[in-house]
């Protein structure tokens, strides 16, 4: 059956570390992945998409990458800061059908 | 720059009793989304509209309906509400359904209902 997991439902790191959050996808055959930043209360916020033949897409302090090889993508927030404590949502993307998502990882940096 | 909005923000019903969910967008979006939110399921498709005139299941249909009202307006209706349905609802839109822009999918803020 097709699945997709992210890696842990939290993980904690120290203010200036580089956060990496991983999303690994079985029996699906995605065109792109997307990544979505969730505050509590809030709906979730879109802040990449990285296309299939792409390996690597940066935004400021955030790194995606994608590999269809190994079905995984990293998501990596480099000199991490105390707001960029929210849940982290992978979500496949064939192209043409709407949207599956991870359960998140809830990131949580400390000062 | 309202995005998507969605109302009620909360909302409590009885067991049995029904409600529709409001959504609207101003984005010019053709693709409109509900999908609801539990803790520890993550995000799962209720229904959506791919375009202005039509709407298709997702992975949880049962116990909803919907209308895609007008290419802004994309409406939940929960006929007999059971406790199976609290969640937190949201309401989504995009240019495509897939890929098709960099721009990903714009969420409203949700609506928290509590069926007792």
């Known amino acids: 059956s097709q699945k997709i997991e992210q890696n842990s439902e939290a993980l904690n790191i120290q203010e200036g570390k580089t956060a990496t959050l991983t999303c690994n996808y079985t029996n699906y055959s995605p065109a792109y992945l997307q990544w979505y930043r969730q505050d509590p209360g809030r709906g979730p916020v879109f802040l990449l998409l990285i296309r299939e033949n792409e390996k690597e897409k940066r935004k400021e302090r955030l790194k995606v990458t994608f590999d269809t090889t190994l079905k995984q993508s990293l998501f990596h927030i480099t000199a991490s800061q105390p707001a960029d404590s929210a849940t982290y949502l992978c979500a496949l993307d064939t192209g043409n059908t709407p949207l599956v998502f991870g359960k998140g990882t809830r990131l949580s940096v400390i000062a | 720059n309202a995005g998507v909005t969605q109302t009620p923000k909360f909302q409590v019903l009885k067991t049995g009793q029904s409600m529709t969910l409001q959504c609207a967008q101003d984005m010019n979006h053709n693709s409109m989304y509900w999908y609801r939110q539990d803790p520890g399921m993550g995000l799962r498709l209720i229904y959506y509209?791919?375009?202005?005139?039509?709407?298709d299941k997702g992975e949880v249909p049962n116990g909803y309906n919907v209308s895609r009202l007008n290419k802004r307006e994309f409406s939940l209706r929960l006929e007999s509400a059971a406790p199976s349905q609290t969640s937190v609802y949201f309401c989504a839109s995009s240019r495509g359904t897939g890929g098709a822009s960099n721009y990903g999918y714009t969420f409203g803020s949700g609506t928290r209902l509590t069926v007792v």
């Open positions: 509209s791919a375009s202005e005139g039509t709407t």
